[in-house]
């Protein structure tokens, strides 16, 4: 299905899914002819769920993430397919994940993504966080670097690089959650962005760089204030009063 298309309105057989992380798993969302079912709950983030769920008429399993329509969030969905549509042509090549379609209704819009195996977080979990081989993280920064190319050309920030949104595919890698700009996961916040800018991706890429080779996050700051500390410490960083001045 083309991610050309406007959201669609969708009927629903229990009850629009509150939540996929419980009660709601196992219902149906029908969009025209098409029924999807609710089977897990994927994750949760600031703007929403994810859940996996299975399109009938495809047989394939897919991921589903669902916006919920409040007032100061309604502009989110529709930034989101702004992007996506801008994105479109250039899935295969930047290697991000692949959009399938939309469609809405008064409780929320859904976005429907191929399923993909795994993202480099549970990957590095399940390997107790062991560091990669040089020439593993070699080929994920090249392409991550080729899609950072690509998105400035479209004159968009991803503004949330991180191993959990870099997904694993048959020894490749792609990329998700590509968003309008909003405050990124702190462990790989750019000191641009602590310091009021808005340029980030590059300094995201470099600490996901960092955490493949170490094992941990290069800064594992627990507020604001101890990341600026733990960036301002480290080797060749600046100190705090040229910090406070502004960078």
Not at 34 to 42: I, M, P, Q, S
Not at 196 to 214: K, R
Request: net charge positive.
């Amino acid at each position: 299905v083309s991610g050309k298309h406007p959201p669609r309105a969708w009927g629903r057989l229990q009850g629009p899914p509150e939540t996929v992380m419980g009660r709601h798993a196992m219902e149906t969302l029908v969009v025209g002819a098409e029924r999807y079912d609710l089977v897990a709950g994927v994750g949760k983030g600031t703007f929403g769920e994810v859940a996996q769920g299975w399109w009938r008429s495809t047989g394939e399993m897919v991921a589903i993430r669902i916006l919920k329509n409040k007032r100061y969030r309604g502009h989110v969905a529709k930034n989101e397919l702004r992007l996506l549509q801008a994105c479109g042509g250039w899935t295969q090549d930047l290697h991000i994940v692949r959009f399938l379609e939309s469609f809405a209704d008064s409780a929320g819009t859904y976005l429907v993504f191929e399923l993909l195996e795994q993202n480099l977080q549970d990957f590095q979990m399940k390997n107790n966080f062991l560091p990669l081989p040089v020439r593993h993280i070699r080929t994920i920064t090249v392409q991550r670097l080729a899609e950072l190319v690509k998105l400035k050309e479209l004159s968009i920030i991803h503004a949330d690089l991180k191993p959990e949104n870099i997904m694993l595919v048959d020894h490749l890698t792609e990329v998700c959650h590509v968003k309008q700009p909003y405050i990124q996961t702190r462990s790989y916040r750019a000191a641009e962005i602590l310091s009021g800018l808005p340029f980030c991706d590059v300094w995201s890429l470099g600490c996901v760089m960092a955490d493949l080779h170490l094992g941990w996050p290069l800064y594992p700051g627990i507020n604001g204030y101890d990341q600026v500390r733990h960036i301002c410490s480290s080797p060749g960083g600046s100190g705090y009063r040229q910090w406070r001045q502004g960078i």
